[in-house]
């Protein structure tokens, strides 16, 4: 199964919130997801960008791959570097 770590759009009409979740690619965008990983809030400023970064590299070491939103979002957190660099020991 290829797992991806995506964006799930949540929240009222023009009042977006998102969740980041694990789920099969072949599922829709807002279906069935294995495991919510972290919440994006882009309407206040500054963004508010909450990941379990636990979770996050769990998925990842295991060959999720991040849409290009998401990376972003790890990119800024953190987390993607940490990912990279535990990569790069091996």
Not at 12 to 24: E, G, L, S
Not at 35 to 63: C, F, K, N, Q
Request: aromatic share 6%; net charge positive.
């Amino acid at each position: 199964m290829a797992v991806k770590l995506r964006l799930m759009r949540m929240g009222k009409k023009k009042q977006p919130t998102y969740r980041i979740v694990a789920a099969d690619a072949r599922s829709p965008r807002d279906g069935r997801f294995l495991e919510i990983v972290g919440t994006y809030d882009p309407r206040p400023d500054p963004s508010v960008i909450r990941i379990d970064d636990e979770r996050a590299l769990h998925w990842l070491r295991h060959g999720a791959q991040p849409t290009e939103r998401v990376e972003k979002l790890l990119k800024i957190t953190g987390t993607w570097d940490e990912f990279q660099s535990s990569k790069n020991q091996k």
